[in-house]
C-alpha cells in the first residue's frame, strides 16, 4: 500500500500540466492624417490620407505590435498603398511606431515612418487614437531625381480590440 | 478630468491641420509627378510641360526647354516659349518661390502676354 502511494504521488507530480498555447491578440483601427510636407521647395500641405490596418500581439510579448494596413490619399490628388509598422508599447496608452510604406498607385512611393500614437479609451474594447507621424519618401518613380519628400502628419482615429 | 480637456489636444490638432489646408500646393508647385495635371511634368518645385525635342528648342538655346505650365491654354505649349524670350523657363535659383503663392498662377501668364 504504501508502494502505490508513493508510486501515485510521483505520477501525480510529474503529470504534465495542460499547456497553455499563446494567444494572439487582434485589433483594428482607422484613422484619418494630414498634415504639411515639403522636398527642397517650400511647405505644403500633405494629401489627406485615409488608414485602415491591423494590429497583432502576442499575449507572451504584449508590448510588441505588428501592425499592417492599406492606405488611400484622397485629396487633392489619390493614391493607394499600405504600409507595415513594428510598435512598442511605451505605457498603457501610448505605443511608438516604425516602419515602411508604400504607395502603390498610381505611381510608386517608397519611405519609411516613425510616429507616436495616444491612445483615449473609449470603452473597454474602443479607443481614440490620435498622434503625431513622421513619413519619409526616398524611393520610387513618382520620386523626381534627387528629391527627398519629408510629411509630418497628424492622425486621428478610432481603434477596437478585437 | 474633464472630457474637454481630455479632448483639448486633438481638437488643437485639428485646427492646425484644418488651416494648414489654406497654404497647399497650388496647381503649377508640385513635389511628385502626379502632383502635376496629366501631359505635364514635375522639375524643379513646379508643373511643367515636358521638354520635347524640336527644332525650335534647337533655335533658342538658352532656353531651358522646361515651359511652366499655364491655365486653360493646353494647346499652346512649345510655340508660346519661342516668343516669351525664356521669361517662362524655370531656373534653380527662383525655386525657393514655391510657398503657396502658386496658387494663382494665371498671374504670371498674364504678365508674360
Known sequence: M????VIATALLSTAPTAAR?????????????SGIEGGGT????????????ADLRVDEWPDDVMEVGLLAEVEPRSGFGGYLHYGRVLDKHIVVTAGVLAILAPASL?????????????????????????????????????????????????RVDL | MSIFSRWAPGATAVGLVTALAHCGPGPTACLRYTDCDPGLTCAYGHCVYP????DASLDAPASSGLSEASTGDDSAPASDDSGASGDDSISTGDDSSASGDDSTPSGDDASAE
Open chain 1, 42 to 53: 517650400g511647405f505644403f500641405r500633405t494629401r489627406t490620407r485615409l488608414q485602415i490596418g
Open chain 1, 110 to 158: 517608397y519611405g519609411a515612418c516613425a510616429g507616436l500614437t495616444y491612445r483615449l479609451p473609449l470603452s473597454k474594447h474602443v479607443q481614440v487614437v490620435l498622434g503625431p507621424e513622421l513619413d519619409f519618401y526616398f524611393l520610387g518613380s513618382d520620386l523626381p531625381d534627387g528629391t527627398v519628400i519629408w510629411q509630418v502628419r497628424v492622425q486621428g482615429g478610432f
Open chain 1, 2 to 5: 504504501k508502494r502505490l502511494l
Open chain 2, 51 to 54: 521638354p520635347v525635342a524640336s
Open chain 1, 21 to 33: 498555447a499563446q494567444e494572439y491578440l487582434l485589433g483594428a483601427d482607422a484613422t484619418a492624417s
